[in-house]
């Protein structure tokens, strides 16, 4: 059975239709429920990622059984017959029939198996909307931390140079593999492998940057967003799916010297409680 979790549960509940989920997800349910026979077990289950991309569905099963030779022949032909882009088995890649790829702006990039993307393609492009228009059109240098793998740094520079940070080597690499691969149409990127959490952008550093966009875990950043408060970056672009700790951040940056000029809600979880946001915060 291929399902989701109950909420707040360890109830596994078939869903056989969903007016949320992308058509071509709906579309895979057999193939799902096919990978799950082969990998899952009579005592526990298995998680799959899918992901909707240029090429096809990227799957990813971890928590299955031990990958044996017979169980990867079977699940490298059931991602043939079902013309999955590619099929990732733990961190084994297993079939990559057509590289998985994402476009970003101009840029296409490869994110590595079960990387973080935005939720849907109308909800990510308004918050980059967003983003740019917090910004506004005179940057410079933008410093964008917790890049993941390039959803906002690669399509903010096509008008200014950026910097990119990001915890994980592999979506550090993606991001660059991206902008190298797009050619002209780009200013300078790079991209930097930083736990933020444990090692934030230090006011010094931060002096450098006519802008800052700020993406983190539903966690929140405090540690970043307490050096930015004593840095003099003029202009912040905030992006968060959890006004709770949103909440908490923006307190320290208004008790630093910026503004809240606005917040703009972004209905990217349908018919649910959550929602992402995305504002804007200015220095005097």
């Not at 492009?125 to 959803?151: H, K, P, S």
Request: proline share 6%; aromatic share 6%; with cysteine.
């Amino acid at each position: 059975m291929v399902g989701f979790m109950a909420r707040a549960s360890n109830e596994l509940v078939e869903v056989p239709d969903c007016e949320v989920l992308h058509p071509d997800i709906i579309a895979a349910l057999p193939a799902l429920e096919a990978l799950t026979r082969i990998s899952a077990t009579r005592t526990s289950g298995v998680d799959i990622a899918v992901a909707v991309s240029e090429s096809g569905l990227d799957v990813r099963i971890s928590g299955g059984r031990s990958a044996d030779r017979s169980v990867l022949v079977e699940l490298a032909q059931l991602a043939g017959e079902h013309g999955l882009s590619r099929l990732t088995y733990g961190d084994e890649p297993i079939v990559t029939r057509e590289p998985p790829v994402q476009r970003f702006g101009a840029a296409r990039v490869v994110p590595p198996p079960g990387a973080f993307l935005q939720a849907t393609a109308h909800g990510e492009a308004a918050l980059l909307y967003a983003i740019q228009d917090a910004l506004g059109q005179d940057q410079t240098l933008i410093a964008d931390l917790f890049a993941g793998c390039g959803t906002f740094t690669l399509p903010l520079a096509a008008g200014s140079e950026v910097e990119a940070f990001e915890g994980y080597r592999q979506l550090v690499e993606a991001l660059d593999a991206g902008w190298r691969s797009t050619g002209g149409g780009l200013r300078r990127t790079t991209a930097k492998v930083r736990d933020l959490f444990r090692q934030p952008l230090l006011p010094d550093e931060l002096e450098r940057f006519s802008g800052v966009v700020i993406d983190p875990p539903r966690a929140g950043a405090e540690a970043q967003h307490d050096a930015l408060a004593k840095s003099m970056v003029p202009t912040i672009a905030a992006v968060s799916c959890n006004p709770v700790t949103f909440a908490r951040d923006a307190r320290i940056l208004v008790e630093g010297g910026y503004t809240l000029d606005w917040v703009q809600p972004v209905d990217q979880f349908r018919w649910a409680s959550h929602v992402e946001l995305a504002a804007q915060f200015t220095r005097a």
